[in-house]
C-alpha cells in the first residue's frame, strides 16, 4: 500500500508574502495621537472644535448720559453756601453749567427765580438769581433735608433743639402766631438757613441764601 505525500512549502518561499504583509500593515496603523480614518469619535468630543478658540466676550454695555440733578433727602445736597455743585454767587451761565440739567424761569429782571424741569410748583422748590447771581434757594416740600437735619413738618421746638444755640427766632410778618427760624453758618460762612413756621408750631417752608436776600419774606422782595 503506497503512502500519500503532502508536500510543505518551503520557509524560504514564504518569508517574503509575510514581510510585505508586515509592511503593509505597519502603514495603515495611526501615528500617535491620531485617530484611524474610520475610528468612531469618543463622546465627548463629537463637538469639539479643531482649533483653540478664546471665550466668548459679552458685548460691553453703552454709556449711559448723566442723570439729571434730582430732589431728595437722601442725596444731602443743601449746603450753607449753596446747593450740590451750585455756590453762591456763581453767575447765571455758571450755575446752569454746574447744574447740568434743565431749568425753566425768565431771567430778564434783576431778580428772578429758576426751578427745574421737574417741579410742578416754584413753591416747592426754587433757586434764586439777584444782580446776575446766585444768592438763595427756596424749599417748600418733604423730601429735602435742610442744613444741619432740619425738615418741612417739624415742630419748632424741634428746630430750637436740633440747632441748639444758634436759633435766632423773630414773628411772622403776616401770620399771627407764626415765626421765623433763623440759623447762621457754624463754621462763619455768610450763609444763612430760614425755617418758616405757622401759627401750629410747624414748620411749612425753609430757604438758604446769603443776607440780605435770606431775609426776603416776600421772595425777590
Known amino acids: 500500500m503506497?503512502?500519500?505525500r503532502i508536500k510543505t512549502p518551503r520557509l524560504k518561499t514564504l518569508l517574503p508574502?509575510?514581510?510585505?504583509?508586515?509592511?503593509a500593515a505597519c502603514d495603515r496603523a495611526p501615528a500617535p495621537?491620531?485617530?484611524?480614518?474610520?475610528?468612531?469619535?469618543?463622546?465627548?468630543?463629537?463637538d469639539q472644535p479643531a482649533e483653540d478658540v478664546p471665550p466668548a466676550t459679552a458685548p460691553a454695555e453703552e454709556a449711559k448720559p448723566a442723570a439729571e440733578p434730582q430732589q431728595g433727602s437722601?442725596?444731602?445736597?443743601?449746603?450753607?453756601?449753596g446747593y450740590g455743585d451750585m455756590r453762591f454767587g456763581m453767575t447765571v451761565d455758571e450755575f446752569k453749567k454746574a447744574w447740568g440739567g434743565e431749568l425753566k424761569g425768565e431771567t430778564s429782571s434783576e431778580c428772578f427765580y429758576l426751578t427745574p424741569k421737574w417741579v410742578?410748583?416754584?413753591?416747592d422748590f426754587a433757586f434764586m438769581f439777584e444782580g446776575g447771581k446766585f444768592?438763595?434757594?427756596?424749599?417748600?416740600?418733604?423730601?429735602?433735608?435742610?442744613?444741619?437735619?432740619?425738615?418741612?413738618?417739624?415742630?419748632?421746638?424741634?428746630i430750637v433743639k436740633l440747632y441748639a444755640g444758634r436759633v435766632e427766632e423773630t414773628p411772622h410778618k403776616y401770620v399771627e402766631g407764626g415765626k421765623y427760624l433763623g440759623i447762621r453758618d457754624d463754621k462763619g460762612g455768610k450763609g444763612k438757613?430760614?425755617?418758616?413756621?405757622?401759627?401750629n408750631g410747624k414748620v411749612v417752608d425753609w430757604r438758604v441764601g446769603v443776607p440780605p436776600q435770606a431775609d426776603y419774606v416776600e421772595g425777590c422782595s
Do not use: C, W
Request: hydrophobic share 40%.
Open 2 to 4: 503506497s503512502s500519500l
Open 17 to 23: 508574502v509575510i514581510t510585505v504583509l508586515a509592511l
Open 33 to 46: 495621537g491620531q485617530t484611524a480614518p474610520n475610528a468612531t469619535p469618543a463622546q465627548g468630543q463629537l
Open 74 to 81: 437722601d442725596l444731602a445736597l443743601a449746603h450753607m453756601d
Open 120 to 123: 410742578k410748583v416754584p413753591s
Open 135 to 158: 444768592v438763595r434757594y427756596d424749599v417748600g416740600n418733604d423730601k429735602e433735608t435742610a442744613p444741619g437735619g432740619g425738615k418741612r413738618g417739624m415742630g419748632a421746638e424741634e
Open 193 to 199: 438757613l430760614v425755617f418758616v413756621v405757622d401759627a
